[in-house]
């Protein structure tokens, strides 16, 4: 979703401002936007439609000088994507420039009242009238922009990370949040500040940082410390982070697009998330055991909880569904999986002793925010689950594991399924052990067999050719089914997701028995169904169904444990997967079919990596 830099300090500003969109183009967008002010007090703004390589090649012939600017990567919410509708946004008056992610929900009401006062309009977005109104308080109080920009937000409902230029003061530039992120690094000596919407764009200059929080407002001064106040102009003390990204995870390593790089990162990523928590005795099995910190420093709180609720959207709400089974096998606790999105208005039932999981790669999904923050107002401990380190959900979260899988950039979220199930894994085996509801021989044969899955991934990832060339068989497709159950049946909505999302192929994960009650009215020679068949309690079950698809001449491709001689009998295709115990099958089963979304989507020739419609941060609900 949008995408936010700005830099003030000594440098030539385009540069940096183009590289940084280009850091946070895989966030989802469809124009783009440049505001400098030139060393002669000029406001520069361009702005193209579609990729920030048109921005910055139609600017080659512009003058791009500058030592301060913003710009923006703009994902389409109020009006279409055009040149018109991009930002930065100027205001009438020409003083002022914004970049805005979020919505500003009562913009139509502040639109008539600007008009009212005279202010006239040129783009469809919400973000325009933000920037009348911040001029509106700026003529009206005596060009004092901070001041301006307080007064103007205290009028917004809404959400909304900016960065605001003033063309008469090039000497600062201010910003602001509200359930929408924005970071501020700190060059050395404070003789250059950098913005953005994550630190992806900021990692390369500096790793001191300062994350806003919501309702803070910062006053940028290049040679100044950073000037933070509230919403009532009162001073907030600064906290500074380092942040820690490994440059090298925001490249492609030679790999064609992301997402394939990330699939072939998971049995890495599988080792960093388990790194200091899962402790292996080869010598002895008995010595194995899992430490968790956020578990020990909550420790009581967390026995206590006679329910958990598990909050999360998209891929993580996938994550949930197998979380809810791991943690009600091992530790016999209730729980829901909600959808954060329906949770935040069903005017939930939260008690004060429940645990509210929220499970979020981005840590910034809206959705997910709004529901931990209605969770806390009834005084449930929150527990995130979340990858985007220093993100708004890990901040706002009482305590919580991250899953440490390093930066996702592919749209279409792979190694973060894996991560949120192998943290779901370690916290289902902790607390189960730590209440007794799992039996010790459980609890140790389960750790010793989850260190063996990076491997066992491995093998998996050796199938990518065989799947590259059955794909090319399913690109016909207008509709897939995806069957599994129980551990798979999650699997098999994770699968359908990646389809749909790459490939734009209709697709449907449901349990597999559940086909008999309405799908298999779809299935006929032209539907390939794709069947989560491991070896597991509900095997011959499965295997049913199969027949049942077969009878009515439906493609069967089939994921199974190795040597299953009998699937092989009946299924169109088979990719075999080496054989784990039951709850251990999900880190294994998905990655095929991670596969089989990439490469069919790749066959299409479609743009894996940014799909169209969809944002990788979903910052509005
Ligand atoms: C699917 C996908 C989305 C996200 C969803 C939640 O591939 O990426 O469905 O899973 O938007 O995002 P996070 O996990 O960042 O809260």
């Not at 003789?191 to 300062?210: C, G, H, L, Q, W």
């Not at 309690?537 to 439906?554: A, C, D, F, H, T």
């Not at 069967?556 to 099958?585: G, M, N, R």
Request: glycine share 8%; proline share 3%.
């Amino acid at each position: 979703m949008c995408g936010i830099v700005g830099y003030i300090g000594k440098k030539n500003a385009f540069p940096i401002l183009i590289k940084g969109l280009q850091q946070l183009e895989y966030r989802g967008y469809d124009s783009a936007g440049v505001a400098i002010i030139s060393d002669d007090n000029n406001l520069n703004i361009y702005k193209t439609k579609g990729k920030v390589s048109n921005l910055r090649d139609s600017c080659a012939t512009k003058y791009t000088d500058g030592v301060v600017g913003i710009a923006h990567t703009r994902w389409a919410t109020h009006g279409e994507p055009s040149e018109r509708n991009a930002h930065p946004h100027a205001s009438m008056s020409g003083d002022i420039a914004l970049v805005h992610n979020g919505i500003i929900e009562n913009y139509m009401l502040l639109k008539e009242q600007l008009i009212a006062k005279g202010y006239e309009f040129k783009s469809c977005t919400d973000t325009e009238v933000l920037v009348q109104l911040i001029d509106y308080y700026y003529q009206k109080n005596g060009h004092v922009l901070v001041k301006a920009v307080c007064r103007a937000l205290n009028d917004v409902i809404g959400a909304y990370a900016i960065v605001v230029l003033e063309k008469s003061n090039p000497g600062h530039l201010v910003a602001a949040r509200k359930s929408s992120p924005l970071v501020v690094g700190i060059g050395e000596n404070n003789a250059d500040y950098y913005f953005a919407s994550d630190a992806s764009p900021i990692v390369e200059y500096t790793k001191r940082v300062v994350y806003l929080d919501d309702g803070q407002i910062a006053n940028i001064s290049p040679g100044k410390e950073p000037e933070i106040i509230n919403l009532n102009e009162k001073s907030i003390e600064v906290d500074i982070k380092e942040v820690d990204i490994d440059i090298s995870k925001l490249s492609k390593d030679g790999f064609e697009h992301f997402m394939l790089k990330e699939i072939y990162d998971q049995p890495i990523c599988m080792n960093d998330c388990m790194r200091g928590r899962l402790f292996v005795d080869d010598n002895n099995i008995a010595n194995n055991h899992i430490v968790l910190s956020a578990l020990n420093n909550f420790k009581d709180r967390l026995l206590r909880a006679k329910h958990i609720i598990i909050v999360a959207c998209g891929t993580s709400w996938h994550a949930g569904l197998i979380g809810k089974m791991l943690i009600e096998k091992m530790c016999r606790i209730r729980v829901e999986v909600e959808y954060a999105s329906e949770f935040r208005y069903s005017n939930p039932v939260i008690e004060k002793d429940d645990v509210i999981i929220a499970i979020s790669q981005s840590g910034e999904t809206a959705d997910t925010l709004a529901a931990i923050q209605l969770a806390k107002e009834h005084g449930a401990l929150v527990f995130g689950i979340v990858n985007g380190v220093g993100s708004s959900i890990a901040r706002e979260s009482d305590t919580g594991i991250y899953i440490h899988v390093g930066p996702e950039i592919g749209v279409a979220s792979t190694k973060a399924f894996t991560g949120q199930v192998t943290v779901l894994l370690l916290l289902a085996l902790a607390l189960g052990h730590e209440t007794g509801a799992l039996s010790e021989q459980e609890y140790i044969e389960t750790i010793d067999e989850l260190s063996r899955i990076p491997a066992k991934m491995q093998e998996v990832l050796k199938q990518d050719n065989k799947i590259k060339r059955l794909s090319e068989r399913f690109t016909f497709a207008g509709n897939f089914l995806y069957l599994g159950r129980g551990f798979n049946y999650p699997v098999a909505m994770e699968g359908a997701l990646k389809l749909k999302e790459i490939s734009y192929i209709h697709a449907e994960g449901y349990p597999a028995a559940e086909m008999k009650h309405g799908p298999i009215a779809l299935v006929d020679a032209e539907m390939p169904i794709v069947f989560l068949a491991t070896h597991h309690k509900l095997y011959e079950k499965v295997i049913s169904n199969m027949q049942e698809v077969k009878s009515r001449n439906g493609k069967i491709l089939a994921i199974v444990s190795e040597s299953d001689e009998l699937i092989k009998s009946i299924a169109d295709e088979v990719i075999e997967i080496p054989h784990t115990i039951d709850a251990l099958v999900p880190l294994l089963s998905v990655i095929p079919l991670q596969l089989l979304a990439y490469h069919v989507a790749v066959a299409k020739g479609l743009n894996v990596d940014m799909p169209r419609n969809l944002a990788k941060s979903v910052t509005v609900e």
